[in-house]
């Protein structure tokens, strides 16, 4: 397996409150994206604590997880995140009401686990095929959808398009949502806030990530179409592939 990664402001927001990080282990890796919300700076401080909570979880590992294990542990880790975020805004008046989205993924050469809180989103490829959401997002447009009384066009232009119904550090307890799939050669995984997918439609990322090149390319390219579609938020992602060389997709 290989990782890449890349985060950038945008072209509007003055601060970028997007974290990005991609821990290695024995033959797994754990990759997390958290964009933060929050008044001033306090959703930077929270994707932080977020993504300081999982390289502390991960550095505590003592060896490889079995596909129950890593399911396991990442409920754990995403409960101690919320956790983590939640107690530093009640201690710190400054970051009330501070929170974080958050995308994790637990990668072993057999299996992936994936837990996900707001609109941060996780998509894999398969060589011969587009690219999949494999994941929910946790906002209001989208439980319209769900319930009929909006339509998936109507939600791309909705005014509530941004408002999350789930968001680690808002509350004491938090729901998870946690999906495990098998992947093997051929195969790339992409993590990424909202600030790519509100810009790029899933048959464009699908495209990109089918292209030919490295994936820091691929991963690059996509933060310049982003940035060129208008850049209005932060934009960060992550392409695993699950090749050890990765670089030829």
């Known amino acids: 397996m290989k990782a890449v990664f890349n985060t950038d402001r945008g072209k509007v927001r003055v601060h970028n409150e997007d974290s990005v990080r991609v821990f290695y282990g024995q033959n797994q890796l754990l990759g997390v994206v958290a964009d933060g919300m929050g008044g001033h700076v306090a959703g930077e401080v929270a994707s932080r604590l977020a993504v300081e909570s999982a390289e502390k979880k991960w550095s505590e590992l003592s060896g490889p997880l079995t596909k129950h294990e890593a399911v396991k542990w990442l409920n754990q880790l995403v409960r101690s995140m919320n956790v983590r975020v939640y107690d530093y805004a009640e ?6 009401g501070m929170g974080t989205t958050v995308a994790a993924a637990f990668c072993s050469a057999d299996f992936i686990v994936v837990s996900t809180v707001g609109d941060s989103r996780v998509y894999i490829w398969r060589e011969g095929n587009s690219a999949s959401q494999i994941t929910e997002d946790h906002t209001l447009v989208n439980e319209l959808v769900k319930s009929g009384q909006i339509t998936k066009e109507d939600a791309e232009v909705h005014p509530g398009k941004h408002v999350l119904m789930r968001a680690l550090g808002t509350e004491p307890a938090i729901a998870l949502d946690t999906v495990t799939l098998d992947w093997s050669k051929g195969s790339c995984l992409m ?3 909202d600030g790519l997918t509100n810009r790029l439609s899933n048959e464009w990322i699908g495209k990109k990530l089918g292209e030919k090149g490295s994936l820091q390319e691929k991963a ?4 310049r179409d982003a940035n060129d579609a208008g850049g209005e938020d932060n934009i960060s992602l992550i392409i695993i592939s699950h090749d ?6």
């Open 91 to 96: 201690s710190h008046l400054e970051c009330r």
């Open 244 to 249: 050890s060389d990765g670089d030829e997709s």
């Open 220 to 223: 690059d390219q996509m933060i």
């Open 191 to 193: 993590i990424c806030s």
